[in-house]
């Protein structure tokens, strides 16, 4: 399925306490395509996925879906915070999407343990939650968000929060994964390598007002992994966005010193 933005912006607040956190912006994502979205601190990034998850309407412009639909949801959202319920084991879990769609238990059984052995749990598909590290508990999000076949599959920073090795199993992990189902991703990060990694494109947006800056093709063969992070390509494409969205960054230093100082 594909996705067209056009002229989103977001308003918080009324009257004089009104403040804009996202203006005019306007992007098209195509059928299977993994688009990332890079930013500073408090530019919207959060805000513009929610808009196109339909979890918070625009003050102005729209979303527009078109092409292919799946017998699944039209999009699935995956936050930072991995959001397992903690009163169900691990398969629960990551069939509860099923279950909503009224999946009898066995089918939903069967498919949920597929993406629990994509994702390395299978062998705790009836541990509890509690039992398990916050990156495996991650891996439980990731496998319930595809297990539902959603069209659009929404990624807000999933693996902010994780220590540096868990990251980069589960971005090699997901890869695997979006490889062989070729699902339309929009992925927030505020990690230029991370973002080098994972996407066919960037999204750089300004500070807030969040827009858009910039759209970089990343341009870099796939398959890739992490040991591609010291050849000469990854190198330039990191500098070259950094480049993009430094100013961006100081920008948003400045404003945090001026509403600290005020």
């Known amino acids: 399925m594909k996705l067209e933005c056009r002229h989103l912006t977001k308003n918080f607040g009324e009257g004089e306490k009104e403040t804009r956190i996202i203006s005019d ?25 929610r808009i196109i998850a339909g979890l918070m309407e ?28 903690p009163w169900m084991n691990v398969i629960d879990n990551v069939a509860f999407g099923l279950e909503m769609q009224g999946v009898p238990r066995k089918e939903r059984y069967t498919q949920s343990l597929d993406f629990l052995k994509r994702v390395g749990l299978s062998k705790y598909a009836f541990r509890n939650p509690h039992e398990l590290s916050v990156g495996m508990r991650q891996r439980i999000a990731i496998a319930r968000a ?71 093709a990343i341009g870099i063969d796939r398959p890739r992994d992490s040991r591609m992070e010291s050849t000469p390509e990854f190198i330039n494409m990191r500098l070259r966005i950094w480049n993009s969205i ?5 920008k948003a230093m400045q404003e945090d010193t001026g509403d600290a100082e005020n």
């Open 58 to 85: 625009p003050t102005f412009g729209e979303v527009i879906f078109s092409g292919n639909k799946n017998s699944g949801p039209i999009n699935s959202m995956v936050f930072q915070e991995h959001g397992v319920f």
């Open 246 to 250: 430094r100013s961006e960054v100081e």
């Open 146 to 216: 595809f297990v539902t076949n959603p069209a659009i599959l929404l990624m807000d920073e999933p693996f902010g929060s994780l220590d540096a090795q868990t990251r980069l199993i589960l971005q090699e992990e997901l890869l695997k994964i979006w490889s062989e189902h070729k699902k339309t991703v929009i992925f927030v990060t505020h990690d230029i390598d991370e973002a080098i990694l994972l996407g066919d494109r960037l999204l750089v947006m300004t500070s807030v007002p969040g827009r858009i800056k910039e759209i970089i």
């Open 25 to 49: 912006v306007s992007f098209e994502i195509k059928e299977g395509e993994f688009l990332c979205i890079l930013g500073p601190s408090g530019c919207g990034k959060t805000t513009l996925l």
